[in-house]
Structure formats: structure tokens, C-alpha cells
């Protein structure tokens, strides 16, 4: 699937491979430390917020997760 933003696309796959390597190859076996993947997914946001602005999507109210995101308090 490609990103939102044609610029992203490369990056999304390059994170999108990062991430599941590191899924079945670590976190599936048990070693949760870390996760590799952590600059490459802030640079694909970075370009998707970028994008988004750029196509002018609107984006109000809505409420993103990811890295440095917290758990809603709520979540089960």
C-alpha cells in the first residue's frame, strides 16, 4: 500500500520492513528491548504530516498513536 504522500512511499516501506523484522525476528521471540525501527517511523510521520498539510486533509479531531504517543487511559 502506498503512503499518503507520494514522497513517502519509499519510506513507508523501508519502516514497514524495519518493523516486521524486527516483529518476528525479536518481539515474537521474546525480546521486546527496543525498537530499531524508532527513527525511521519519526521521519515517514514527519513526511505524512507534511503530505497531509500539503493536500490540505482534514485531520481535526482526530487523535494519532505511535512513538511518544501514550495509551488512552481507557484503552482495554
Known sequence: ???????????KREYDQCFNRWFAEKFLKGDGSGDPCTDLFKRYQQCVQKAIKEKEIPI???????HGKDKPENSS
Do not use: H, K, P, Y
Not at 481535526?60 to 505511535?66: A, C, K, S, V
Open 1 to 11: 500500500m502506498n503512503s499518503v504522500g507520494e514522497a513517502c512511499t519509499d519510506m
Open 60 to 66: 481535526e479531531g482526530l487523535e494519532f498513536m505511535g
